[in-house]
């Protein structure tokens, strides 16, 4: 383990027009910790998981990656990425998992998980595919690697997504409610595997509406109300003594 923070945000803002959806967040995720990100709807919880990895630009505020800062610079009053090189080159080692899995629906599940790899970081075509064989074992998708993402189920999709992201070794992972499109008999099978991602001290940062599941795994919680963070801690603190009249009450909306 390293002191240096795997992620980290620093007074973080994003507006849309004349609507401030973050009002300056700030979080810190080091080297194995699973941060689980909890609040209502348009709390600002996606939003902000999507500046982290630049699908939203920040409207101000500093995002490092592995001691990395973006290169920010502004241009007619917003700001933008200074270098897309930088971006691209970050981007493809921090994986994203979507709640609508995102499969490429016109290549089978090995050809989903060596995409990346091969186009975009270089790998030899034998050594990805064996590392994807790999990754498909490890989310029980090993006799799927043929399919085709339309002959999987929701579950089976998301696992795919997941090793997706596995494949590129990512500093770390970003979940946005990934059980939140699944039925309901198809959302364990996919956070068991998130279990065991989590107790191989993977970095995380998950935002998610399980919240028996944030309570288990979680290193540390964040709860987002209207785009501020009202209140964070280690979970048996959020969910066990939440000091926030809001927090409890979401708590009790939620049980």
Same mark, same amino acid.
């Given at each position: 383990?390293?002191?240096?923070?795997?992620? =980290?945000?620093?007074?973080?803002?994003?507006?849309?027009?004349?609507?401030? @959806?973050?009002?300056?967040?700030? +979080?810190?995720?080091? *080297? &194995?910790?699973?941060?689980? @990100?909890? &609040?209502?709807?348009?709390? &600002?919880? #996606?939003?902000?998981? /999507?500046?982290?990895?630049?699908?939203?630009? *920040?409207?101000?505020?500093?995002?490092?990656?592995?001691?990395?800062?973006?290169?920010?610079?502004?241009?007619?009053?917003?700001?933008?990425?200074?270098? /897309?090189?930088?971006?691209?080159?970050?981007?493809? $080692? +921090?994986?994203? %998992?979507? =709640?609508?899995?995102?499969?490429?629906?016109?290549?089978?599940?090995?050809?989903?998980?060596?995409?990346?790899?091969?186009? !975009?970081?270089?790998?030899?075509?034998?050594?990805?595919?064996? /590392?994807?064989?790999?990754?498909?074992?490890?989310?029980?998708? &090993?006799?799927?690697?043929?399919?085709?993402?339309?002959?999987?189920?929701?579950?089976?999709?998301?696992?795919?997504?997941?090793?997706? @992201?596995?494949? %590129?070794?990512?500093?770390?992972?970003?979940?946005?409610?990934?059980? #939140?499109?699944?039925?309901?008999?198809? @959302?364990?099978? !996919?956070?068991? %595997?998130?279990?065991?991602?989590?107790?191989?001290?993977?970095?995380?940062?998950?935002?998610?509406?399980?919240?028996?599941?944030?309570?288990?795994?979680?290193? $540390? %919680?964040?709860?987002?109300?209207?785009?501020?963070?009202?209140?964070?801690?280690?979970?048996? =603190?959020?969910?066990?003594?939440?000091? #926030?009249?809001?927090?409890?009450?979401?708590?009790?909306?939620?049980?």
């Amino acid at each position: 383990m390293t002191d240096q923070p795997a992620i =980290q945000v620093e007074d973080l803002h994003k507006r849309f027009g004349t609507v401030e @959806v973050l009002k300056g967040v700030s +979080l810190t995720a080091r *080297p &194995g910790d699973v941060v689980a @990100v909890i &609040g209502g709807s348009g709390s &600002g919880k #996606s939003t902000m998981l /999507r500046c982290i990895n630049l699908l939203e630009t *920040p409207s101000a505020g500093r995002i490092s990656i592995k001691g990395e800062a973006y290169e920010m610079r502004s241009v007619r009053g917003e700001m933008e990425p200074a270098n /897309r090189k930088q971006v691209q080159r970050i981007r493809a $080692h +921090l994986g994203m %998992v979507f =709640q609508s899995f995102n499969l490429w629906p016109h290549r089978t599940v090995l050809g989903n998980v060596t995409e990346v790899p091969i186009h !975009v970081l270089g790998v030899k075509r034998a050594e990805a595919e064996a /590392r994807a064989i790999a990754v498909l074992e490890r989310v029980g998708l &090993g006799d799927k690697r043929d399919a085709w993402p339309a002959q999987l189920s929701g579950g089976q999709q998301q696992r795919c997504a997941i090793a997706r @992201v596995l494949a %590129v070794e990512p500093t770390a992972m970003l979940f946005d409610e990934p059980t #939140s499109a699944l039925d309901p008999e198809l @959302v364990n099978e !996919v956070l068991s %595997v998130i279990r065991d991602l989590a107790s191989e001290k993977r970095t995380m940062i998950l935002v998610t509406h399980e919240m028996a599941f944030a309570r288990d795994v979680a290193t $540390h %919680v964040i709860f987002l109300r209207d785009g501020r963070i009202e209140e964070e801690g280690p979970p048996e =603190q959020i969910f066990g003594a939440p000091r #926030s009249p809001h927090l409890q009450q979401f708590i009790r909306s939620v049980a």
